[in-house]
């Protein structure tokens, strides 16, 4: 009789712990420079047009965009087969754009760069780090009062 003894099981996911989410505190953009970042598939046509809506919404909160960054994925005939995966699980982006992005934000002195996009506590956690300022997603800003 063959007994499994466990090989080729995934290990147990590690149990979130509490308040996990609210370890990162709320990014305050009122008065605050910004850099927007948007991470696009190549099928979003529209993806200037949710940038212009993000800018104004983040200008209703009291932020000044002073930079826009776009990366799109799936362009290229290779890219196109990964179009739904990030380029990176660490920051979302590619490490062209990450250089790119950082840049721009000390060019502009930018207080913080915002993510039209979600984004994981360790990719905020990363990019805070690599741009050496707050990360944020444009869902975690709270609307205009």
């Keep these: 009789m063959h007994r499994h003894h466990g090989r080729g099981r995934r290990p ?5 712990r509490a ?10 953009v009122v008065g605050a420079d910004v850099v927007l970042v948007g991470y696009f598939s190549a099928r979003q046509r529209d993806f ?9 919404g983040l200008a209703a909160r009291g932020a000044r965009v002073v ?3 776009v990366q799109r994925r799936g362009v290229s005939h290779g890219g196109a087969r990964k179009m739904s995966l990030p380029f990176s699980s660490r920051t979302l982006l590619s490490g062209g ?3 790119e992005v950082a840049e721009v ?3 502009a002195e930018a207080d913080a760069v915002v993510f039209l996009n979600g984004l994981t506590a360790h990719q905020r956690l990363s990019l805070s780090g690599l741009f ?4 944020v997603g444009l869902a975690e800003i709270p609307p205009p009062v």
């Design 48 to 56: 200037a047009a949710l940038m212009d809506a993000a800018a104004a």
């Design 12 to 16: 147990a996911r590690r149990a979130r």
């Design 67 to 69: 930079a826009r960054a």
């Design 19 to 28: 308040g996990a989410a609210a370890d990162v505190p709320p990014f305050d």
């Design 97 to 99: 754009k990450v250089h």
């Design 132 to 135: 050496g300022c707050p990360v």
């Design 105 to 107: 934000r000390e060019r």
